[in-house]
């Protein structure tokens, strides 16, 4: 059974700062993997995903999260946060064509 | 990229009525979507899975009885809460999944508030 753990749940950084926000995932077969922001009252965006190949993706707004087989981590990434960047950001795993399993979240905090 | 709507946006209703989400991709046809409900500070919790055409397939614990869905067509889906109470105030999300990857978009959500 598929499963996805976001253990941060809140994670304040302050502007301009790095951050990395960890997803780790259980799965027997091989998944696809992705990362949703989403800002207050509304829906998901898309950020990035992984479906094969390279394990280092990159995403919209400056974000990137590396695919580790060995450790089932995917975990999220930016060098330097922006105000803008306060939301909530939810890890998803897909086993091939089933549906998708969301993490509990991750509330990232910009403060200037 | 691909373009969902919902609508209302938000919706405010008393306690007993019915309320109706539209939920519309306005770039592309999918065969199948997806109603997610997410509580204040919590995780989207899957609902139901649709195929145009067919019946929906409901996840454990969602009264198919009150949440009646829809999938009119391959770029329409409509989610029906049925006398509502305040129990189902909620912000509701639909996706439609798109390629062989099921990637999913999604559509802005709809809060619903039950007096």
């Known amino acids: 059974a598929q499963s996805v753990t976001q253990l941060d749940s809140q994670v304040p950084v302050f502007e301009e700062a790095p951050v990395e926000l960890r997803c780790n995932y259980s799965s027997s077969v091989s998944v696809y993997l992705f990362w949703y922001v989403q800002y207050p009252n509304q829906g998901l965006q898309l950020l990035l995903k992984?479906?094969?190949?390279?394990?280092l993706v990159k995403g919209i707004n400056g974000f990137e999260a590396e695919f580790n087989k060995s450790q089932t981590s995917f975990h999220l990434r930016k060098p330097s946060v922006h105000i803008s960047d306060t939301a909530e950001y939810f890890c998803?795993?897909?086993?091939?064509?089933?549906?998708?399993?969301f993490g509990t979240g991750t509330r990232l905090t910009v403060i200037p | 990229g691909a373009v969902v709507s919902q609508h209302p946006s938000r919706v405010i209703c008393k306690s007993g009525t019915s309320v109706k989400i539209e939920c519309r991709s306005l770039d592309f046809q999918a065969t199948t979507m997806f109603w997610y409900r997410q509580f204040p500070k919590q995780s989207l919790m899957l609902m139901a899975t649709s195929n145009e055409g067919s019946k929906a397939t409901y996840e454990q614990g969602v009264e198919k009885d009150k949440f009646l869905i829809n999938h009119a067509s391959l770029t329409l889906s409509t989610l029906t809460v049925t006398s509502a109470h305040p129990e189902d105030s909620s912000f509701y999300i639909c996706?439609?999944?798109?390629?062989?990857?099921?990637?999913?978009?999604f559509g802005p959500g709809t809060r619903l508030t039950v007096l």
């Open positions: 996706s439609f999944k798109a390629g062989s990857y099921n990637e999913q978009f």
């Open positions: 998803a795993v897909s086993e091939e064509a089933n549906n998708l399993f």
């Open positions: 992984y479906l094969s190949g390279s394990t």
